[in-house]
């Protein structure tokens, strides 16, 4: 539920994907990150943190000033880290994905876009097990895929059905 993940701030660096019974799905990278934004992480790193942040999006911030200190928002849960509102969430009815690639294409039909670097990558090539998987389950949902009826269904929903065709 959307209200625990705000409650709670999810995990360090852990994607929450959920489904419900009547089909709505969540994605969210909602966890303890360091508010950090990539002008703060470009006006403060220091000569380390400049090869890191482009290389790994981790900065090494200037400890010696304090403008350089990790920022707040409103809603945050704990001083230095992103509010959930400031973190990528998405509900929708038809999937949500995630192959430990960043947030950006949870669901390639409404990409998540406009966070800071230190959260994820934006606009770059996807991981093969990314790409794979969002392709397998748009398969499935067509029914394209040659596995039975379009669709996600449970076994128990499949044997009622009484396709003979479904092989469980």
Known sequence: EVAVLHKYTGLP???????????????????????????????????????LFAAMRLPVLDGSKSSCNWGNDPDSRADGIFGTNELPMLQRSDFETNSNDSYWLSNPAQP?????????????????????????????????????????YTAEALLKSGDASIDI
């Open 112 to 152: 998540l876009t406009g966070f800071p670097q230190i959260i994820g990558s934006e606009k770059t090539e996807r991981t093969l097990r990314t790409r794979t998987g969002i392709v397998m389950v748009q398969k499935r949902i067509s029914g394209k895929d040659g596995s039975g009826p379009a669709g996600f």
């Open 13 to 51: 660096w852990v994607n929450i994907l959920g489904a419900d019974s009547h089909g709505h799905t969540l994605y969210g990278d909602v966890g303890t990150i360091p508010h950090v934004t990539d002008a703060q992480a470009q006006s403060c790193n220091t000569t380390l943190g400049t090869a």
